[in-house]
């Protein structure tokens, strides 16, 4: 951020007064510009025993596969923009059933919701977004083609409460360590 949005002069960063942390502030009329995480809502698909996946026609990650998932709007809930992004992403109509995954990226300022959803009739297809959407089985997931390791995690702890037969929310972190992600993870009690 360069200039005021409110009046359009110069910004600078600074500590304001009261504040813990470094802000962007306007040099003339002292407005205090926030700049918070993006939340990223999404959904794990389900119909039967399959899942369903996009194959990204938009960067980043162009040609991998993911959940349905993108940035929430203005005016919305997090579960409707999950069923949102489903839709623009997959065509997909769905229900959605609970929140199963958390995870907080402070390297990318986002913070992921992935929700459990029951697609409502088999009828879905790829988008201006994706290249491809296809209903996949556990064993023909294309581990080594997905696009983000928020999938990764999702997808892992998926599959290991539906072999537990409950399903659970799982809460973590993927914190970037020296060029690398790593990940902590920390499920409910």
């Known amino acids: 951020m360069r200039y ?6 110069p910004v600078a960063r600074k500590v304001p007064e009261g504040d813990n942390r470094e802000r962007h502030v306007c040099t003339a009329c002292e407005a205090v510009h926030y700049q918070n995480p993006k939340v990223v809502a999404g959904c794990i698909v389900e119909w039967g025993d399959r899942i369903l996946l996009c194959r990204r026609a938009i960067e980043p990650r162009y040609g991998m596969w993911t959940l349905p998932a993108g940035f929430m709007e203005n005016d919305e809930t997090t579960g409707e923009a999950a069923i949102r992004e489903t839709h623009e992403e997959a065509a997909a ?3 959605l059933l609970d929140l199963h995954t958390l995870l907080s990226l402070p390297h990318a300022n986002q913070v992921y919701m992935m929700y459990r959803a029951r697609l409502l009739e088999p009828s879905f297809g790829p988008t201006h977004e994706s290249l491809e959407v296809q209903l996949f089985e556990e064993a023909g997931i294309p581990w080594s083609e997905l696009a983000f390791p928020t999938i990764v995690h999702t997808l892992r702890f ?3 409460d539906r072999r537990q037969g ?3 929310v799982h809460v973590g972190d993927i914190v970037r360590c020296e060029g690398t992600a790593a990940f902590f993870h920390r499920r409910p009690r």
């Open 166 to 168: 409950r399903f659970g």
């Open 93 to 95: 109509r769905v229900e």
């Open 158 to 160: 998926y599959y290991e």
């Open 4 to 9: 005021c949005s409110l009046c359009g002069h």
